[in-house]
């Protein structure tokens, strides 16, 4: 079931020229998009993502690289023209997942071969943080991480010891905080962390396994759960802040999704607005930024990027007729996003206040999660038999 959301989302992705040879071809991940909801002093958002592939693979620590990407100076055989530079962090990568960013390091996960890994955001030796040697279990598979500048909070599912988990990002030992409502820890980028406290998409233990949000406070303590709408669908991103928790949800085979929240001073989930296939999610001041993907057995290049003013109102298209869009990130002034394109995947970016959409890389394999920092942009490259990658690309080359 975790790959189900995945998959679902590659049929709103171009797939057409140069990215079908290339993905197809090459057996890796297809063109994908997605989102992560990092805290602390990352300025990341929430999101899903998609492959055309499901395989696995032992290992996947592959060095890392600093060699150049594939920016281009203009477009070529139809591909878009590109003003970024991207840069290969680490190769070599089994389906990485869970993208998150400190000061100094990068953090992802490889999808099935049970390690969190970190690298140098200029690249370097890759260093294995939890291994082997901290499994617990033989399935111990991450699913989504985050981080608050003093620890990294992950989620995995493992037979019988699934759980939430955190350790110093300076490196430790584990420590599990709680294993409530790990069975809808399904889908990667369901984790957030604001004010002191982590949340997390769940199922509540009833016998009705009502869909939840659930907390609990950064060091540990009581989970609290936030019952949502409706026991339908699928919780895909998550984004706290002082006002509330912004959340997507997704319904498998039906355009029934839609952007809600939970209000910070209680009073039960509410929704923003209905969304086809709301597979990202960033939040400001005034605006919540989601990725609508393609409708339920709509044309192509139909799906868009889109806001709604979190006190309620009509809905914006930002960027319509795109044939795939997914992780949203934002900063002061930009929302960045990841689009499907003749290429592959491509990473663009637009002024929040309006302006043309400039695109910094384009031909990536699925990018899964996208965090930032003040100058860069990073995310995972989603692609089977270990030809993934973290990259990153300057916000303005």
């Not at 032992?58 to 690289?65: I, Q, V």
């Not at 878009?80 to 100094?104: C, F, K, M």
């Not at 390091?105 to 200029?122: A, C, H, I, R």
């Amino acid at each position: 079931m975790r790959l189900l959301l995945a998959l679902a989302t590659l049929t709103t992705l171009s797939l057409t020229g140069c990215d079908l040879k290339q993905d197809l071809g090459g057996g890796s991940g297809g063109s994908s998009t997605s989102s992560t909801g990092e805290g602390g002093a990352t300025s990341t958002a929430e999101a899903t993502s998609t492959a055309n592939a499901t395989g696995s693979g032992t290992g996947g620590t592959g060095g890392g690289s600093s060699a150049a990407g594939t920016g281009g100076e203009g477009g070529m055989n139809g591909c878009p023209a590109v003003i970024g530079n991207p840069i290969e962090l680490a190769s070599n990568q089994g389906l990485p997942v869970g993208i998150t960013v400190d000061a100094n390091s990068v953090y992802w996960t490889p999808m099935f071969d049970e390690v969190l890994l970190k690298v140098g955001k200029n690249g370097g030796a890759i260093t294995e943080l939890v291994g082997n040697d901290m499994k617990f279990m033989s399935t111990w598979q991450v699913e989504s991480m985050t981080n608050d500048g003093a620890y990294l909070y992950w989620n995995t599912v493992a037979l019988g010891n699934g759980g939430i988990w955190r350790m110093p990002l300076s490196g430790g030992v584990p420590v599990k905080l709680t294993d409530a409502g790990i069975e809808a820890t399904d889908f990667p980028q369901t984790l957030g962390v604001h004010g002191g406290i982590l949340y997390w998409a769940g199922f509540s233990t009833d016998i009705n396994k009502k869909k939840m949000i659930f907390s609990i406070p950064v060091g540990g303590g009581t989970v609290t759960e936030h019952p949502l709408l409706d026991s339908l669908g699928y919780i895909s991103a998550i984004a706290p802040d002082a006002t509330g928790v912004y959340f997507t949800v997704y319904q498998s085979g039906s355009s029934d999704g839609y952007v809600g929240y939970l209000p910070a001073g209680g009073g039960g989930a509410k929704k923003l607005t209905a969304a086809s296939l709301p597979v990202g999610l960033a939040v400001d001041e005034t605006y919540v930024y989601f990725g609508d993907a393609l409708p339920f057995m709509a044309p192509p290049d139909s799906a868009a990027l889109r806001r709604v003013p979190k006190a309620g109102g009509p809905v914006e298209t930002l960027v319509p007729g795109l044939s795939g869009v997914g992780s949203v990130v934002l900063d002061d002034v930009n929302v960045y996003f990841a689009a499907g394109g003749p290429c592959g995947a491509t990473i663009r970016s637009m002024p929040k206040a309006g302006g043309p959409v400039v695109v910094l890389a384009n031909q990536q394999k699925g990018p899964l999660g996208l965090a930032a920092d003040a100058g860069f942009l990073y995310w995972t490259n989603f692609a089977s038999n270990h030809n993934g990658s973290v990259m990153k690309v300057a916000k303005m080359p």
